[in-house]
């Protein structure tokens, strides 16, 4: 069993920064990526960026190349996701998860409870 919890969201201004964290626990030597999704009110869950855990390859949405910048501790199993020039848009619940290297949310195998991020304008 996996279990991870995310911490970082808040409320803030537009232009704005945040830095996302999402620690596992359990058997992490199974976790071969971690990626982050967020998900607003009526809309679909939608991929914001993965990373490998051992070789620390990257992957990211289109729409958020740029702003979004994942990175890992490996001795920690920790993940995190800084968003540098917060968006109204980007308001949403960011979930973190594990499993494959993947972009589509029904691969991952575990969860966590997500952190509500909100940008003001």
């Known amino acids: 069993q996996v279990q991870l919890v995310e911490s970082g969201g808040g409320l803030v201004q537009a232009g704005g920064s945040l830095s996302l964290s999402c620690a596992a626990s359990?058997?992490?030597?199974?976790?071969?990526?971690m990626g982050w999704f967020r998900q607003s009110p009526g809309k679909e869950r939608e991929f914001v960026a993965a990373i490998t855990m051992n070789s620390g390859i990257t992957a990211g949405a289109d729409s958020v190349t740029g702003r979004f910048t994942i990175s890992r501790d490996i001795a920690g199993y920790t993940v995190y996701l800084q968003i540098d020039n917060l968006k109204p848009e980007d308001t949403a619940v960011y979930y973190c998860?594990?499993?494959?290297?993947?972009?589509?949310?029904?691969?991952?195998?575990?969860w966590g409870q997500g952190t509500q991020v909100t940008v003001s304008s």
């Open positions: 998860a594990a499993g494959p290297f993947s972009r589509t949310s029904s691969d991952y195998l575990y």
């Open positions: 359990g058997r992490t030597f199974s976790i071969y990526a």
